[in-house]
């Protein structure tokens, strides 16, 4: 049930049903638990139903620290940990 | 695919397994327990243990919802489901689970029970909106997560004036499982499991926030690093987690800022709120009665409450002896400990409900059993 990944807004219907799209595949989710959703948005589901939108500003950050980590993945440990903290 | 694929690199979890090694005191013992089943899963498929130097263990915790349903609330959803009229729809991995006198809700609906899978809350509603001759009730179980979609097909029913759809309530309660694991004798004074910091849930914490762990965090200095369910979320926790011991630090970090804020989903809280109130005590598989650690419908919604309309008793139930879900759900014990872990007890054929879902310990043992070293602990 709870293995769930971030899926994109592709339409909002009525009574909160949106077509939602992920990897080419389409499904059905409802946005009645989430307040303001937008097409485009990407939104995390459980269970048929979006319980939090994705904050795609925080997504990059951690995407780019990571991206930093495996970049200076030959350096010594000290450089990167000074990073981290 | 970028915010799923980026957060499974490679080099990346390489480098972090180097900044956890180098970062470790090598004289000290680093156990922590993941929450959630979602990252037990995760754990397993990406082999995170072995990435991990020895003095870092994680110990599974008891956040698989189909896990820790105790098998008597288990007996009445299929006594619920035998009742002439009845059509009982229920996540698909509960079907599977084992209850008393080797029953499941399978083997009830072989036996002529109308038992139907629902991927979620919304498929019940609509199977009573459409079949208005038949008592619709939705076996409703999960932790904070699946609440809140519950509450929302109660309200919805009653907009619509739905008098043949109620719900057999089990959602539980994960700030109560985890004070139960901090509380536990085999963690308090036998000193049998230790447990020095949490790897908090990624989708509870997306509905509850990260402000409900803070009283433990500070009440019993334990640390606690929210994290997503990528191996790069749970590698940066991880690392997260030994830098706070270091430190001797233990507060509440949110590594998943992307889906968790503080204060959580305030509209999913609030419809909860409306539709549940806490149940005095509950009972968990593998952790006994919990006080406040389930929900149940208030009276204001009793017409929608399955174990009202359908006068559901449970009774007592024993656990199958050789099964050591109660142990593993609580940490003590891993999967390998089972003696019938993989032979008598398959994924085709559970014995326990830790062998049904993905999420349960078992379960992911055994479908990644060749990452997994023969014997933890
Ligand atoms: S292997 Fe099967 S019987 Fe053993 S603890 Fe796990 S679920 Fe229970």
């Known amino acids: 049930m709870c293995l769930a990944i971030p899926v994109r807004v592709l339409s909002i219907g009525v009574d909160d049903w949106a077509e939602v799209e992920i990897g080419g595949v389409h499904s059905r989710v409802s946005l009645a638990l989430i307040d303001g959703a937008a097409v485009g948005d990407y939104v995390i589901v459980h269970a048929g139903f979006a319980i939090n939108r994705l904050d795609l500003e925080e997504a990059e950050k951690s995407l780019a620290l990571f991206d930093e980590i495996a970049r200076r993945l030959g350096e010594p440990a000290d450089a990167l940990h000074q990073r981290l903290s | ?377």
Request: with cysteine; glycine share 8%.
């Open chain 2, 1 to 377: 695919m970028r915010y799923i694929n980026g957060f499974r690199d490679g080099r990346a979890a390489t480098a972090l397994s180097r900044l956890i090694a180098a970062a470790v005191e090598p004289e000290r013992d680093y156990h922590l327990m993941e929450f959630c089943g979602g990252h037990t899963h995760a754990i397993s498929r990406y082999g995170i243990q072995d990435l991990l130097p020895p003095n870092v263990r994680l110990v599974h915790g008891p956040g698989c919802p189909v896990c820790v349903l105790a098998t008597p609330r288990l007996d009445g959803a299929i006594e619920l489901a035998r009742r002439p009229g009845v059509t009982l729809v229920s996540y698909g991995d509960m079907l599977r689970v084992p209850a008393s006198r080797r029953l499941s809700l399978l083997k009830a609906r072989a036996g002529g029970a109308d038992v139907r899978m629902a991927y979620s809350a919304a498929e019940a509603l609509a199977i009573a909106t459409a079949e208005p001759r038949r008592q619709v009730v939705f076996f409703a179980i999960g932790f904070e997560t699946t609440a809140p979609a519950t509450a929302h097909v109660i309200l919805e029913a009653r907009r619509r004036g739905l008098g043949n759809f109620s719900v057999y309530c089990n959602h539980v309660l994960t700030p109560a499982a985890i004070l139960s694991i901090l509380d536990a004798p085999e963690v308090r004074d036998l000193g049998r499991v230790r447990v020095d910091g949490f790897i908090g849930p990624s989708h509870v914490s997306a509905v509850i926030g990260s402000r409900p762990y803070e009283y433990f965090a500070e009440e019993y200095r334990r640390p606690v690093v929210i994290a997503g369910f990528e191996p790069l979320d749970v590698m940066l926790a991880i690392r997260m987690l030994v830098e706070q011991l270091n430190q001797g630090r233990a507060c509440v970090e949110n590594e998943f800022t992307r889906g968790v804020v503080r204060d959580g989903n305030r509209k999913a809280q609030q419809l909860v709120a409306e539709v549940f109130e806490m149940r005095p005590s509950f009972e968990w598989r593998g952790l006994g009665q919990l006080p406040y650690s389930g929900l149940r419908l208030k009276s204001a919604y009793a017409d929608f409450d399955a174990e009202r309309r359908f006068d559901v008793r449970t009774r007592p139930a024993p656990e199958n002896k050789a099964c050591q879900c109660p142990a593993i759900i609580r940490g003590v014990k891993n999967p390998t400990d089972c003696p019938i872990f993989g032979t008598v007890c398959t994924p085709r054929n559970p014995i326990g409900s830790c062998m049904v879902s993905a999420e349960g310990a078992c379960a992911a043992y055994y479908k990644y059993r060749r990452r997994v070293p023969a014997k933890a602990g």
